[in-house]
């Protein structure tokens, strides 16, 4: 079976500290990866996608960017945090070319408070 | 620009009772439906989805109900329970494109408390 794994849980991080957040997927392969902001009253927000390796697309302008090394490895970054850069991050696989509809699997999350 | 509306933000149900949540969509081209659920430090999780061919699918206490003229769509949690509470998140898309990839336009949320 498939699994995503994500951490850390929290995180807290002085303003213009860089940022690192890991995100790995088992038992499948080829996968398509999301990074999404969660904030209270605005739902999720996509902030980036990778259809392939070193393939990544960006959302919204911000702060952040993103990197996929390998296959099922999806990496958020930042060179200094701000401090609206504070929330709740959710990396989510999909199988590629699903004919059923994007089904998202989310990891557990990473609550990131800038200080 | 929101896309998806869904309404209300919090509910409050007692148990035994119904919760009902409503989403409306702008864009005539999403052809997929999903709802997901979300409980406290969790991710969300899939709970049910619903193609516009059918106008109402269910699944144990949870019904989608869809009605493409109006371009809404609600969730119906039958028999509301303790356990039930937890934030739902109304979603849609559209058919993949060239590229494999396939955006989901998210709702604001719904939180939900079933109350004893």
């Known amino acids: 079976s498939q699994t995503i794994h994500q951490w850390p849980a929290t995180l807290v991080q002085p303003v213009g500290s860089p940022l690192s957040l890991e995100c790995t997927v088992e038992g499948t392969s080829n996968p398509n990866l999301y990074w999404y902001r969660q904030a209270a009253g605005r739902g999720l927000q996509l902030l980036f996608y990778?259809?392939?390796?070193?393939?990544i697309s960006s959302e919204v302008p911000q702060n952040l960017s993103a990197s996929r090394p390998q296959d099922r490895q999806f990496i958020l970054s930042s060179k200094k945090l701000l401090l609206s850069d504070s929330g709740f991050y959710l990396c989510a696989w999909s199988q590629r070319g699903d004919p059923k509809g994007e089904k998202l699997f989310f990891g557990s999350g990473t609550q990131l408070s800038v200080l | 620009q929101q896309q998806v509306k869904q309404s209300p933000q919090s509910l409050i149900v007692q148990k035994g009772g119904i919760s009902i949540i409503n989403c409306a969509y702008e864009n005539t081209a999403f052809d997929y439906f999903p709802w997901y659920q979300q409980f406290p430090g969790k991710g969300p999780a899939l709970l049910i989805a619903?193609?516009?061919?059918?106008s109402e699918k269910k699944e144990g206490r949870f019904t989608i109900s869809f009605n493409k003229s109006a371009k809404q769509f609600s969730l119906h949690i039958m028999d509301s329970q303790p356990g039930d509470s937890a934030t739902y998140f109304c979603?849609?898309?559209?058919?993949?494109?060239?590229?494999?990839?396939?955006?989901?336009?998210f709702g604001i949320g719904t939180k939900l408390q079933v109350i004893p």
């Open positions: 990778s259809v392939g390796i070193g393939q």
């Open positions: 979603a849609a898309s559209s058919d993949f494109n060239s590229g494999g990839y396939q955006k989901v336009t």
């Open positions: 619903i193609r516009p061919d059918v």
